[in-house]
C-alpha cells in the first residue's frame, strides 16, 4: 500500500512538472513571437452607428523599452465624412508621462499624437517598458448624414503636415535617443 502511495505521488509530481514545463515553453514561444512582431502600434476595429459619437482605441504593443512615440493616423476617405472629436490619454499606459501632445487636422483627416516620457530629470517617471497596451483612445463622430462603409486607419510618413524640420511621421524611440524599428497596423471603422 505505501508502495502504491508513493508510485501515484511520483506520477502526480512528474505530470505537474510535465505541465510547469509545457506552459513554460508556451510563454517562450509567445515572447519569441512578440520578439519577431517588434515594436507594433495597432488601432481596434470598430462598427460606428451613424449619428453617434464613439471611441477607438490605439494600442502599442513594445518589446523595446520606449521613451517616446509619435503616431499620426489618417482617418480618409473619398465617400465617407468622419469627424474626430478629440484625442485622450485617460487609462493609458502614458497617462504619466510627462508629454502628451495632441493634434487634430480635419482637413487633411490626420489625427496626430506623441509622447514624452519625461522633461525633467528629477520626475520619476518611468519609460514605456516592453508589454502591451493602450496608449490613447481617439474620439469620432459620425454625422447622421453619412455615407456607410469602411474607413481604413492607416499612418505613415510625414503624416501631418510637411515640414521641412520637423517630422511628423510615425517614429519610436528609446531613452538613449535612438530610434528604432516600429511598425503600425492599421484598423478600420466601418459605418452601419
Not at 508513493?6 to 509545457?22: D, R
Not at 514561444?29 to 476595429?45: P, R, W
Not at 494600442?59 to 523595446?64: H, I
Not at 508629454?99 to 519625461?118: A, D, H
Request: glycine fraction near 6%.
Amino acid at each position: 500500500m505505501r508502495k502504491l502511495l508513493i508510485f501515484v505521488l511520483l506520477l502526480g509530481l512528474c505530470s505537474v512538472s510535465f505541465a510547469t514545463e509545457k506552459q513554460v515553453t508556451e510563454k517562450q514561444a509567445a515572447v519569441q513571437q512578440a520578439q519577431k512582431a517588434g515594436n507594433v502600434c495597432y488601432t481596434e476595429n470598430v462598427d460606428a452607428v451613424r449619428g453617434t459619437s464613439f471611441p477607438v482605441k490605439v494600442f502599442v504593443s513594445n518589446v523595446d523599452t520606449l521613451a517616446g512615440m509619435q503616431v499620426p493616423i489618417y482617418y480618409r476617405s473619398e465617400d465617407i465624412d468622419l469627424k474626430c472629436d478629440s484625442v485622450t490619454f485617460t487609462g493609458s499606459r502614458c497617462k504619466d508621462f510627462a508629454l502628451s501632445f495632441p493634434m487634430i487636422e480635419p482637413v487633411g483627416k490626420t489625427v496626430f499624437f506623441c509622447f514624452i516620457y519625461t522633461t525633467d530629470a528629477s520626475q520619476e517617471v518611468l519609460p514605456l517598458l516592453p508589454g502591451d497596451g493602450l496608449v490613447a483612445t481617439l474620439w469620432f463622430t459620425a454625422p447622421k448624414d453619412i455615407k456607410a462603409g469602411p474607413v481604413t486607419l492607416e499612418s505613415g510618413p510625414n503624416a501631418f503636415y510637411p515640414h521641412p524640420k520637423i517630422d511628423y511621421g510615425f517614429l519610436f524611440w528609446t531613452p538613449e535617443a535612438v530610434q528604432v524599428d516600429c511598425a503600425y497596423k492599421a484598423g478600420t471603422i466601418t459605418v452601419k
